[in-house]
């Protein structure tokens, strides 16, 4: 069983640092059995980040939509798993106001950086909040999951201009804001006409992010996992979509000579 200090003893082994901006991406069940369980897990993060950035995804793309159209972010669960679900009650922790694919956030920084969320057209918009990963110098964890699930991957599509991914036309969602009133925002949801995951693609760039430095394997609890640094993330993935744009729908795999 894992212990808060062997938690914190690892992130240190990835070099991550105390002032570091780091997103995680999480699987509760493959970190294995922590002394305390998932609350350990979010006390570990928040103590060693103490004078960093610590975020998480808060999506609700799983049920808003058309049918649920009304997004209350005190309220409104996450659908990406426990961890983020449970961070979002912390005192002090923010959320952005995106209605499909919020984060929650916690630090000196954090209100400042969620800020503007409800005005973004589209999941992942440049300039948004998973754009800035890269402008701030973030880390990215992966643990226990892979870059499927890797929400800036999208970010990265929406600053290239990656075709064929967004429906054709935007959903009316309305946004519950601090002071209580009420905000409509037209957002595209993802769609692409020839695979139900875009995301699932994005493994193809696995060893090509390995290969450039951009990503390492690590281990979190007895997680396999991945540390990644955004700006890298978006200089690799940039250089293989100069290519062709849209190879990680049509290809089967990325000519390694791509990233090289």
């Given at each position: 069983?894992?212990?808060?200090?062997?938690?914190?003893?690892?992130l240190?082994?990835m070099?991550?640092?105390?002032?570091?901006?780091?997103?995680?991406?999480?699987?509760?069940?493959?970190?294995?059995?922590?002394?305390?369980?998932?609350?350990?897990?979010?006390?570990?993060?928040?103590?060693?980040?103490?004078?960093?950035?610590?975020?998480?995804?808060?999506?609700?793309?799983?049920?808003?939509?058309?049918?649920?159209?009304?997004?209350?972010?005190?309220?409104?669960?996450?659908?990406?798993?426990?961890?983020?679900?449970?961070?979002?009650?912390?005192?002090?922790v923010?959320?952005?106001?995106?209605?499909?694919?919020?984060?929650?956030?916690?630090?000196?920084?954090?209100?400042?950086?969620?800020?503007?969320?409800?005005?973004?057209?589209?999941?992942?918009?440049?300039?948004?909040?998973?754009?800035?990963?890269?402008?701030?110098?973030?880390?990215?964890?992966?643990?226990?999951?892979?870059?499927?699930?890797?929400?800036?991957?999208?970010?990265?599509?929406?600053?290239?201009?990656?075709?064929?991914?967004?429906?054709?036309n935007?959903?009316?969602?309305?946004?519950?804001?601090?002071?209580?009133?009420?905000?409509?925002?037209?957002?595209?949801?993802h769609?692409?006409?020839?695979?139900?995951?875009?995301?699932e693609?994005f493994?193809?760039?696995?060893?090509?992010?390995?290969?450039?430095?951009?990503?390492?394997?690590?281990?979190?609890?007895?997680?396999?996992?991945?540390?990644?640094?955004?700006?890298?993330?978006?200089?690799?993935?940039?250089?293989?979509?100069?290519?062709?744009?849209?190879?990680?729908i049509?290809?089967?795999?990325?000519?390694?000579?791509?990233?090289?």
């Open positions: 069983m894992y212990t808060k200090q062997d938690l914190a003893a690892q240190q082994s070099g991550i640092l105390h002032t570091d901006a780091v997103m995680v991406h999480s699987s509760m069940k493959a970190v294995g059995e922590v002394e305390g369980g998932a609350e350990t897990v979010i006390d570990v993060f928040l103590e060693y980040l103490r004078d960093g950035l610590f975020m998480t995804p808060a999506h609700t793309w799983a049920q808003m939509g058309e049918a649920h159209s009304y997004f209350d972010p005190k309220t409104e669960p996450a659908c990406v798993g426990i961890i983020p679900n449970l961070f979002l009650k912390r005192p002090g923010v959320r952005s106001l995106h209605p499909t694919h919020s984060i929650a956030a916690s630090g000196a920084a954090a209100a400042e950086y969620v800020r503007g969320e409800e005005n973004c057209a589209t999941p992942c918009a440049p300039g948004g909040c998973w754009d800035r990963l890269r402008h701030i110098k973030a880390k990215i964890l992966l643990v226990g999951v892979t870059h499927a699930r890797n929400t800036f991957i999208h970010s990265i599509e929406e600053v290239l201009q990656v075709p064929e991914r967004f429906t054709d935007p959903v009316s969602f309305h946004v519950k804001l601090p002071d209580g009133s009420w905000k409509e925002a037209l957002v595209y949801r769609f692409n006409p020839h695979t139900a995951h875009i995301s693609s493994d193809k760039l696995q060893e090509a992010y390995y290969e450039a430095g951009a990503a390492s394997k690590v281990f979190f609890g007895d997680a396999e996992s991945i540390l990644c640094d955004a700006q890298k993330l978006f200089d690799v993935t940039s250089r293989i979509l100069s290519n062709e744009l849209n190879c990680l049509d290809r089967e795999t990325i000519p390694e000579e791509w990233w090289r």
